[in-house]
């Protein structure tokens, strides 16, 4: 499956930002899909995942309670909506899919996107 992130930029700290990730080429709706970032100099992180069917989802302690995850299988997509955001949250956000049930752990990961940059000013 190929996976295309769109909708990061420049934000004010407190704003808001919605990412998308478009897939193709496989059945999207048997895919978790899940979110990481990483920021200069450090290691990538888990953000969120979502479900197969977007019944379970999970983000990260960091983001709890400020992003959100939806998906849209009819139109494979899937949107982290995230907001309130912080300066600490500026890094390059990058979407990844593996079959059926999501993971905290980006090498269960089978595809990725190429990522999308966010930035976040104070």
């Given at each position: 499956v190929q996976l295309q992130a769109s909708?990061?930029?420049l934000?004010?700290?407190g704003g808001s930002l919605?990412?998308?990730c478009a897939a193709s080429g496989r059945t999207f709706s048997s895919f978790a899909m899940g979110w990481f970032r990483q920021a200069p100099g450090k290691e990538r992180e888990f953000v969120a995942f979502i479900n197969?069917?977007?019944g379970t989802t999970a983000t990260a302690d960091s983001v709890k309670g400020r992003f959100?995850?939806?998906r849209d299988n009819a139109n494979d997509s899937v949107y982290p909506q995230m907001n309130s955001l912080k300066?600490?949250?500026t890094a390059v956000y990058y979407c990844a899919a593996r079959y059926f049930s999501g993971s905290y752990d980006a090498d269960e990961y089978d595809y990725w996107g190429q990522g999308t940059q966010v930035t976040v000013s104070s």
């Open positions: 909708g990061g930029g934000v004010q700290a919605r990412l998308s197969w069917s977007g959100t995850m939806s300066p600490e949250d």
